[in-house]
């Protein structure tokens, strides 16, 4: 016998003896201070099994689909993943959407999408614009006028009111306390009452220039 076929003879044995620990029965399990039966026999000491079940025993959870569905609404209903599917069911790729591609069908899409997206979310056009590859928020505003959507409107004033406006400012009033008083910003107090401030403005200045004469008169005088 060659020493080749010494060493595969060793290997075979050695493998055979593994395998038949491996599949030799396993040992009993005994209960917990019983003596073993003949001498070397293997006695693993267990603790005694309980009677309750195993979701008393330790903290089972039971709602683990109902996370995992809960999970596949939020992914499903997130403006990305609808803008995902969307895109797909218009015929384009994710990527032609919210890429700078400037097709007219691309760009259609685009909006339409953008406008879907307002309204099914409610996100502000900041927030789409960063959906859509960071566009500008004039760029969401114009996609969503051009699908209908109309700005809520300003708060008017009625004429009367303008009056009233006009009579305070000259008077002294200031556009902020005016603008707390008819519920309006101060920009739109200003844009009613520019006439009235040119008017203050004149009579301001008009009362100035008197004081400045009689003050060179006086020091004539002396």
């Not at 396993?26 to 019983?34: D, L």
């Not at 500008?136 to 008017?156: C, I, P, S």
Request: charged share 30%; hydrophobic share 35%.
């Amino acid at each position: 016998m060659t020493a080749v076929q010494s060493e595969l003879s060793r290997q075979y044995a050695h493998y055979a003896a593994i395998r038949a620990r491996l599949m030799a029965a396993p040992a009993r399990k005994a209960e917990i201070g019983e003596e073993p039966k003949a001498p070397g026999h293997v006695v693993v000491a267990t603790q005694p099994m309980s009677t309750k079940p195993e979701w008393q025993q330790r903290d089972v959870r039971f709602d683990h689909h109902v996370s995992a569905y809960r999970r596949h609404l939020f992914k499903q209903n997130s403006p990305t993943e609808y803008i995902r599917n969307r895109s797909e069911e218009l015929g384009f790729t994710v990527e032609e959407i919210t890429g700078r591609s400037r097709l007219r069908s691309v760009s259609n899409a685009r909006q339409l999408i953008m406008f879907e997206v307002h309204k099914r979310f409610d996100r502000s056009t900041l927030e789409i614009g960063r959906f859509f590859g960071g566009r500008d928020h004039t760029t969401v505003l114009h996609a969503l006028m051009k699908h209908g959507h109309r700005t809520k409107k300003v708060k008017g004033l009625s004429p009367k009111q303008i009056e009233e406006i006009k009579r305070h400012t000259a008077n002294g009033a200031t556009a902020r306390e005016l603008a707390e008083k008819y519920g309006v910003s101060a920009t739109t107090i200003r844009n009613h009452t520019v006439e009235g401030y040119r008017e203050a403005n004149a009579r301001r200045n008009a009362l100035l220039k008197e004081r400045r004469l009689m003050k060179r008169a006086n020091e004539v005088q002396k």
